[in-house]
């Protein structure tokens, strides 16, 4: 499948200036369904690419055990992402998402016996991805609730005794929690330094993760839109305490689920640009969605998270791909080149880690840098054979937009999410 355009035709909007950054929020996996404009290069693929993204808006599916666990925006579908793993993955086939996010596509990898491997810059992402993936045992999972219990009866007797914080909070703190969820917040992370069992503990931080914009000032990761919420005295100690007891639930319907032998996930924090801990030509299939330009800031949505949490977030943001502020300081032509370096920097490791004959699914969405539009699947069609991948097909559904400047430029063109198939040359 040959490009339509030439990115010669980005240039044209060489006069344009930076747009002022104003962002609606998105609710991941809101918006899903619709006609599918398909084209493939056999009648095979093309009917597996439309099966694949025509999936409905079905909450059930879309928060199933692990799934629910935890906001994170843009998740890929898991339904699609388990459908392109039943079609493109034979049984025992290695599956590489080297944008794993919270883990939708290792998850639906895992249920289905693959052998997995994730990576991500963000190391919220990986937490995320390692405990949705794990496996656990019912042991394991009394044993989390009962030292949930204990991080909470601890946080709620320095509640009731009025003990102030344990540290000193720094102004981002103080302006996104109210002083007493603040104080509640400070006694739950009291009690989660003391828990010595550190697969327990990783989990537990990821639940206060869970808790903690619920909590805030903050109306979702996502937006800065400040909302009042009056939370009760004890309401984040009680939120905390009844996360613990969802996420081992949650634990154990995916446990359940999980086919006699799967082979476990292996998961990375690391740069898609820099796979050379994946050993050359071992990967049968790639399923990843690589981030929207300019569209998301990773690091900043999950700063307050990072910090909580105690992890070293300085990669993401010095490294973090396709981020907001990153090409947000850039003039529109220059955004558009450094997308297009990054992405074809992760599309020569693609091509580098994949089999012969494997090949890579991509759930990539049309966006505007600026007032630059960018049609994803012109854009692999022109990347991809660059860097030795085909586009063979691909599948796409009109989607409404929830980013202003891209708004402005698809008025009156219609903005689609694709799913693309490349396949190594």
């Avoid at 307050?304 to 032509?333: F, M, N, Y």
């Amino acid at each position: 499948m040959a490009s339509r355009r030439s990115t010669r035709d980005y240039a044209k909007a060489r006069g344009s200036r930076p747009a002022q950054a104003a962002h609606r929020q998105r609710r991941a996996l809101s918006h899903v369904g619709g006609a599918v404009d398909v084209e493939a290069s056999n009648e095979q693929d093309r009917r597996a690419l439309t099966w694949a993204l025509r999936v409905s808006s079905d909450e059930v599916a879309s928060r199933a055990h692990v799934h629910g666990f935890h906001s994170y925006p843009a998740r890929v579908h898991p339904v699609t992402a388990q459908r392109c793993i039943v079609r493109w993955a034979r049984p025992g086939a290695s599956v590489l998402d080297p944008f794993c996010g919270s883990g939708t596509i290792l998850v639906e990898a895992r249920l289905l016996g693959r052998k997995t491997s994730g990576v991500d810059l963000n190391p919220l992402a990986v937490e995320l991805s390692w405990c949705k993936t794990r496996g656990s045992s019912a042991s394991e999972r009394k044993r989390l609730v009962e030292l949930a219990n204990r991080v909470a009866d601890s946080a709620e007797e320095r509640r009731l005794a009025k003990a102030g914080p344990t540290r000193r909070y720094g102004a981002a703190d103080r302006e996104m929690f109210e002083p007493h969820v603040l104080l509640e917040l400070d006694g739950l992370a009291s009690g989660l330094s003391r828990v010595e069992d550190l697969d327990a503990a990783r989990m537990l931080r990821l639940v206060l993760s869970a808790t903690l914009t619920k909590v805030s000032r903050r109306a979702a990761d996502s937006s800065e839109r400040v909302v009042e919420k009056r939370l009760a005295s004890g309401f984040a100690i009680r939120l905390f305490r009844s996360k613990s007891r969802e996420l081992a639930e949650r634990l154990g319907a995916f446990a359940s689920s999980l086919p006699p032998g799967a082979p476990k996930s292996n998961v990375q924090t690391g740069d898609a640009r820099e796979l050379g801990h994946i050993r050359a030509g071992s990967i049968d299939l790639i399923v990843s969605s690589p981030p929207y330009p300019g569209v998301y800031d990773y690091w900043a949505h999950h700063a307050a998270r990072s910090r909580w949490l105690g992890l070293a977030d300085r990669a993401l943001k010095t490294g973090e791909i396709g981020s907001r502020r990153q090409l947000g300081q850039l003039e529109p032509v220059a955004a558009v080149r450094r997308w297009q370096m990054d992405l074809g920097a992760f599309l020569r490791q693609a091509r580098r880690v994949l089999a012969p004959g494997g090949g890579a699914l991509l759930v990539m969405a049309d966006t505007a840098l600026h007032n630059v539009p960018v049609r994803a699947d012109e854009l692999l069609g022109e990347l991809g054979p660059k860097h030795g991948l085909e586009l063979c097909g691909r599948a796409s559904q009109a989607r409404p937009d929830f980013h202003r400047p891209s708004e402005r430029v698809f008025a009156r063109q219609v903005r689609r999410e694709h799913l693309l198939w490349l396949r190594k040359r």
